[in-house]
Nanobody
Framework: QVQLVESGGGTVQPGGSLRLSCAASGSISNIYSMGWYRRAPGKQRELVAGMPIGGRIMYEDSVKGRFTISGDNAKKTVTLQMNNLKPEDTAVYYC?????????????WGQGTQVTVSS
C-alpha cells in the first residue's frame, strides 16, 4: 500500500499564492508518476499537473505560467506552487501517485486539501 499525506491549502485572495506538498510512504517502489488533480464543485476531477519520472511535466492549460510542480524522485515527494490564484482555481486538490503492479497500473490518492480563492 501507498499512503499520501498532503499539506498546504487554505483560503487566499485572488492574485495570492499557496503551496501544496505531498509525501508518499509505504510501498513506494515502482511509483513512476506523481501529480496533482482537483475537483471543483459540480465538476469532474481534472489533472492539474503531472510529473512522470523521466518524462515531460504536464500542466492543465488554465494553470500554465501560474503553477509549478516539482518533486524529489528518491523521496517520492511532490510540491505544487500556485501563484496568481484565481477564483476558478477553487477546488479540492488531491495528490496522486501511480505505481506499476504485476496486475497493471494503480492510482493512489491523498485525502484532499481545500483551496479557496475569494475576496
Amino acid at each position: 500500500q501507498v499512503q499520501l499525506v498532503e499539506s498546504g491549502g487554505g483560503t487566499v485572495q485572488p492574485g495570492g499564492s499557496l503551496r501544496l506538498s505531498c509525501a508518499a510512504s509505504g510501498s513506494i517502489s515502482n511509483i513512476y508518476s506523481m501529480g496533482w488533480y482537483r475537483r471543483a464543485p459540480g465538476k469532474q476531477r481534472e489533472l492539474v499537473a503531472g510529473m512522470p519520472i523521466g518524462g515531460r511535466i504536464m500542466y492543465e492549460d488554465s494553470v500554465k505560467g501560474r503553477f509549478t510542480i516539482s518533486g524529489d524522485n528518491a523521496k517520492k515527494t511532490v510540491t505544487l506552487q500556485m501563484n496568481n490564484l484565481k477564483p476558478e482555481d477553487t477546488a479540492v486538490y488531491y495528490c496522486n501517485a501511480r505505481k506499476v503492479l504485476p496486475t497493471g497500473d494503480r492510482d493512489y490518492w491523498g485525502q484532499g486539501t481545500q483551496v479557496t480563492v475569494s475576496s
